[in-house]
Each structure stands twice: as structure tokens, then as C-alpha cells.
């Protein structure tokens, strides 16, 4: 597998700005990015949660037929290059998985942050010189960008029946592969149940004051918790939780292990993947399904133009859509948008209420609040 490591005033902001996070958490996207004008509207969903029970929707023989022949094409190319966020761990298994389904294409990887994985693929767009042909597992903010730049290449995937129509662009330029809310968490043997926070509003208690932390680049969850709570209130309540000191700790894995020890009793909020694998660890902390309701994260795949291997990259993106994509997607703790697949633990975290809607101009958004964010909150 291989590891390392543009052009627009939007990139460059972005990149300046919204440097807001770096890899939130293995297998897991990091910080969203900057969009265009034309980025395409989403329905709002009518569901509380981004993700509706369905049945499993299974394939027609014309979808075999179509994959058939893509194979075909794909196996001529011979390899795919695969950019992603998550751990190596998280890519090799997508990869003996793709290669087990279809021999003879080899997969390769290059994977980071989600601000290294842009840079990457913007840099390479500029110099017309473009290496990495599909990507997964990056904040959909960052097709804000993408979209911008023009660097994606739409097609119509035969999966996408057994998604909601929300969660994929009409133009096939992205498609939503998981999802995952936003969770504040406290440790159990600091804060007994009947004491611990319920709500966020819960948090502005005199008692909770020099006793929560919060990611310092935590833009990402600032702006989906505007649009929760609307954001004259939203606002409003981030003054109030200013004022109770949160400890700013950069990356979430670093607070998680502040909140493991005890030494911070209360996360703000953190990424449910890492509260699920701390809890399987046995690790002394419980998670909040706050009553306001939380904000959520959701990732994608995509294409990019002028692939090398157009084809092997088009069926990597099937792959990764697909329910064996889906299985590999609950591998990491995060939740698959596909209808119809089995959470079984994660259930109760897909139950969450999140108002959260998938939608790219959420961008901008973050790059519009990332300085109102340190101003509120300042600097860790």
C-alpha cells in the first residue's frame, strides 16, 4: 500500500480555514471541505434519522449484466489506485474483498486525511496528472470542493436503488457510503448515571463547569449543531458552553483517551465509531443520545476524471456501494446507508435523532463558521 504525505481562492480558503481536523478517527472521514455554485440540491428527508429501515433491494439480471461487462472492461485495465481516509487495516480489507469478488485487478492505496487525500487529488488535477481514480470515506463537505473544481467524474451506479434518494447526487457525481451522529460521552466511574448530563443543555450546569472537553477543530459538529438547534439559538448556547471552560484538545482520539482516564469526566461530543470501540474495549465510559437531538457526519465515494483505469474505478465505486461494501463499512463502526443491512450493536446508534441532511453546500458552511468558531471558543 502506498502512503505520503490546486488551484482557486475556494480551495485555498478552505485549505486555510477548514484545516479544522485532521483524520477524526481510523476508518473514519475527517474535515469537510469548500463547494460550487452548482453543487446539486438535496430533498430534506421527513425520517428523524438520516438512515430509513428498508428491505434489501436485490439485483435485476440487466444490473449483472452491466456489471458483467464492466468487469470485463475493468480487468483489462488490470488495476485500480483507491485514495481514502481510515487505517491501513481498514484499506487492506476493502482490497482482498474487491480482488477476492474480481481477480485480476489489482487495487492499490494512498490513505490519509481527508485534507491530504484533497490536496492530493486537486494537485494532481492541476498539473494534469491525475493517479488516484476513486476515493471513499470522506466528509461530504468535501464534495463542496470537488464540485468546484470539477474534478468528478458522474456516473449512474446500479447500486443505487437500494439507497435513499437523498443520498446520492442526481448526476451520479457522489454517493453516500455511511453515516455516523455526533455523541457527547462520560466516564462512568468519575460521573454516576443518575448525574450525568442528559442534553446538551444539560452541559451549561454550574456543576459541569472545567469538567468537559472538546475537540479544538470541532467546526464540523459546531455547524451541524447550528442547524439543529437553528442558529440564532445555536449560537447563543455556544457563548453559554464557552463560558464553561471546555478543555480544547486537538483530535479525537486524544480526548477519548482524556475521557477514558478520567482526566476529562464529559466529551462535548465524539464521533460514535471511536465511543463503539472504546465500549467494546470494556473502557469506563456511556454515551448520550442528547433530547435536542445531535449532529452527524456522512461520507462518500466518488470517481475522478481523467482516471488512468476509468473503468476498474468505476467498479471499485460499486464495490465499495454494494452490500459487501456495506458489511465492510460496519467493520469500522460507522453506520452504512445502504437500506436493508444489519446493524446489529450499532442499532441503538443509528436510532440517534439527528436532524442532520446530507448535503455538500454544508462546505461552506463550515468554512463560513470556522472563524466564528475559534472567536467563540478560541485557540487550544
Not at 456543576?207 to 468537559?212: A, V
Request: proline share 8%.
Amino acid at each position: 500500500m502506498k502512503s505520503d504525505g490546486s488551484q482557486g481562492i475556494g480551495r485555498r480558503e478552505f485549505l486555510r480555514l477548514a484545516g479544522v481536523a485532521g483524520l477524526a478517527v481510523a476508518g473514519m472521514a475527517c474535515a469537510p471541505a469548500a463547494a460550487p455554485p452548482a453543487a446539486t440540491p438535496t430533498k430534506a428527508a421527513a425520517a428523524p434519522s438520516p438512515v430509513a429501515k428498508a428491505p434489501e433491494v436485490s439485483p435485476t439480471p440487466s444490473d449483472q449484466d452491466a456489471m458483467a461487462k464492466l468487469y470485463e472492461a475493468a480487468k483489462k485495465e488490470g488495476e485500480v489506485m483507491v485514495y481514502g481516509c481510515g487505517t491501513k487495516q481498514d484499506f487492506d480489507d476493502i482490497a482482498a474483498a474487491f480482488t477476492q469478488k474480481y481477480p485480476g485487478i489489482k487495487a492499490e492505496g494512498y490513505i490519509a486525511t481527508s485534507e491530504q487525500v484533497r490536496d492530493k487529488i486537486l494537485s494532481e488535477a492541476k498539473a494534469r496528472k491525475v493517479i488516484g481514480e476513486t476515493f471513499y470515506r470522506v466528509p461530504l463537505g468535501d464534495a463542496y470542493v470537488y464540485l468546484q473544481e470539477g474534478v468528478l467524474e458522474p456516473f449512474v451506479s446500479v447500486q443505487a436503488k437500494a439507497f435513499d434518494s437523498t443520498h446520492y447526487d442526481s448526476k451520479g457525481s457522489w454517493y453516500l457510503q455511511a453515516w455516523y451522529p455526533f455523541l457527547p460521552e462520560y466516564n462512568t466511574k468519575i460521573i454516576p448515571k443518575e448525574q450525568a448530563p442528559k442534553s446538551y443543555a444539560d452541559m451549561l450546569k454550574p456543576e459541569f463547569k472545567g469538567k468537559l472537553g472538546l475537540e479544538a477543530n470541532a467546526v464540523s459538529w459546531f455547524t451541524s449543531m447550528l442547524s439543529v438547534m437553528g442558529k440564532e439559538k445555536g449560537l447563543e448556547y455556544m457563548r453559554k458552553l464557552a463560558e464553561q471552560k471546555p478543555r480544547l484538545i486537538s483530535g479525537h482520539y486524544n480526548l477519548q483517551a482524556l475521557v477514558v482516564s478520567g482526566e476529562v469526566p464529559v466529551a462535548v461530543y465524539m464521533n460514535s465509531s471511536i465511543v463503539m470501540l472504546e465500549k467494546g474495549k470494556g473502557s469506563p465510559i456511556e454515551w448520550i443520545d442528547p433530547v435536542e437531538g445531535t449532529g452527524a457526519e456522512f461520507v462518500f465515494t466518488a470517481t475522478l476524471k481523467n482516471a488512468p483505469h476509468p473503468n476498474a474505478a468505476r467498479l471499485m465505486s460499486e464495490f465499495l456501494l454494494s452490500e459487501e461494501g456495506a458489511k465492510l463499512v460496519l467493520k469500522t463502526l460507522q453506520l452504512p446507508t445502504r437500506k436493508g443491512v444489519d446493524l446489529g450493536n450499532l442499532a441503538p446508534v443509528a436510532k440517534v435523532k439527528s436532524p442532520t441532511q446530507p448535503d455538500p453546500q454544508r462546505g461552506k458552511e463550515i468554512i463560513d463558521n470556522s472563524p466564528i468558531f475559534r472567536e467563540i471558543f478560541g485557540k487550544p
